[in-house]
């Protein structure tokens, strides 16, 4: 009776840990780029961590460096990896040096951050840093594998619409009067 009410408290407990983990990919896989409000809550600090490491292992110490994260980005989630990181700025022009996060995945205890970073040649490299999730301290880094991919060209440029120029909820959703021309239409 023990084995079988202990093996029935084992199976729910392992049943809760996998729901806890899970599995995301941002941005979303499909081409869709409507992210919503803000990225899952992993992923800003593991963009922040990703770009933070190729700085200091593939970068400068230049403080007004740029970033550009996947398409669809919300400019809240730029502002969070920038406050995190304590330094940097949004990507502004095309052709300007960035750190570009490409892709973030999550498969239940194990993160990769695709990002492509520019070397001190003026040429860029791509490189997938990988984290392993530890329950008491989180994401860990757990090792690189660099991409020998040439002078790879930098993703996209994406700069997001500012925070204060999104409508609010309310008047997006609010029902626009209608003029006296369009009711006898």
Known sequence: MKT???AVLLGFGMGCLSACAGSVTYPPPGGSTELG??????????????????????????????INLPPGTPAAVYD????????GRPMLEVGETAYHVTKVTLRWSDAKVDLVYPRADG?????????QRD????????????WRTGNRPPPPHYTPQPVEAQAP?????????????????
């Open 80 to 87: 969070e990896v920038i406050a995190r990181l304590g330094a």
């Open 123 to 131: 040429y860029y490299d791509f490189v997938t840093i990988s984290f």
């Open 37 to 66: 409000e803000a990225a899952p809550k992993p992923v800003p600090a593991l963009m922040t961590r990703a770009i933070r490491f190729a700085q200091d292992r593939y970068g400068d110490d230049d403080d007004a460096f740029a």
């Open 135 to 146: 329950l008491v301290r989180g994401y860990e880094f757990a090792g690189t594998r660099l």
């Open 4 to 6: 079988a009410i202990s």
């Open 169 to 185: 909820p309310e008047e997006a959703s609010r029902p626009q009067s209608a003029s006296a021309d369009d009711i006898e239409k």
